[in-house]
């Protein structure tokens, strides 16, 4: 290893602007934007009256690979939680509202064009965006369709139940050419029927919406956690989301701070309009007081949980 090497390493250190997110630069973070649009918020004065939350997440395992033919046998697995709060001599408890469920699904993902002209469009749309991932394609597939049914399960929900927060695990978002405009408006048309509220709430974003060298999440833990220690929301702008070509975005785009003790900022994307944005976020807020996770739904961990099994199955 050369003295120059290390050098080199260092100047495009300088150049990313990595070097000032030492702690004694705290309070000047690159690519800051000074006026955050951001709301505090409390938790419900009356935790008797929250409205369930059902959760949705999905995962999926390759369980055969035909070698040389890019085609693999995958199962994917869809979970869906619904918990309710319970009070009981002043204590908060999560009590499940329904049992849980469980949805497999045995498919084919193939590259092999005679497979995908005897399957739906969807994976014919899905393949095509894999394609330009070279060596991940096979994941990326499976991925894509992943969600694909985990929007089938949305739909599903939203057209069958009234009155609860429907949660998604992750951004409510698209690649364009997916083509999932149909599924998404029914989705929106349930929830504004049934008075459903509806959100998807992201683990972790490749994100830099805030234009700084951290991914957002870790942007706002980083340099906003001492000035909003308490609950707190902030909407991004339509106008930088609209700066983005390869993704359809449906709904309004928020990072959130859940829990005064979560360990991040979530990305929290609201599906519709539903008049009082506050109310949503004081009920996420509440079924974010586990300790597992602080600032993480409780339905959302335990759909995880149950979706991730799926990878046990493999042997």
């Known amino acids: ?47 008797d009256d929250m409205i369930p939350i059902v ?17 693999w046998v995958v199962l994917f697995r869809i979970a869906v939680t619904e918990y309710m709060i319970k009070m009981i001599d002043g204590k908060m408890y999560y009590n499940m509202h329904s049992p849980p469920k469980v949805y497999d699904h045995l498919n084919l993902i193939s590259f092999n064009d005679s497979v995908l002209a005897a399957q739906p469009e969807v994976y014919s749309n899905v393949a095509t965006v894999a394609e330009r991932f070279q060596e991940r394609k096979a994941q990326i597939f499976a991925s894509n369709i992943m969600t694909y049914l985990e929007d089938k399960a949305l739909e599903e929900i939203s057209d069958s139940r009234n009155n609860c927060i429907l949660l998604k695990d992750g951004a409510l978002l698209t690649f364009k050419a997916l083509k999932r405009e149909d599924i998404y408006k029914n989705i929106l048309l349930n929830c504004r029927t049934n008075d459903i509220m509806f959100a998807g709430i992201s683990k972790s974003t490749s994100t830099h919406l805030f234009g700084n060298v951290l991914t957002d999440d870790y942007f706002l833990k980083t340099f906003y956690e001492t000035k909003y220690p308490d609950l707190t929301y902030i909407y991004i702008p339509k106008s930088i989301i609209e700066k983005q070509t390869k993704f359809d975005v449906w709904g309004e785009v928020h990072f959130a701070k859940l829990h005064k003790k979560a360990a991040k900022w979530f990305r929290v994307d609201i599906g519709h309009d539903m008049g009082d944005k506050d109310k949503l976020f004081s009920s996420l807020g509440a079924y974010s007081m586990v300790q597992l996770i602080p600032g993480y739904p409780i339905g959302l961990i335990e759909a995880h949980k149950m979706a991730k099994s799926v990878k046990e199955l493999k042997e």
Do not use: C, H, Q, W
């Not at 030492?22 to 935790?47: H, Y």
């Open 55 to 71: 959760s949705v997440d999905g995962s999926y395992s390759f369980l055969f690979s035909f070698l040389g033919a890019e085609t």
């Open 1 to 47: 290893m050369k003295t120059s090497d290390i050098e080199m390493i260092v100047e495009l250190l300088k150049i990313a602007k990595i070097s000032s997110l030492r702690p004694e630069d705290e309070e000047k973070p690159v690519g800051e934007i000074k006026d955050l649009n951001a709301v505090n918020f409390s938790l419900p004065l009356n935790m």
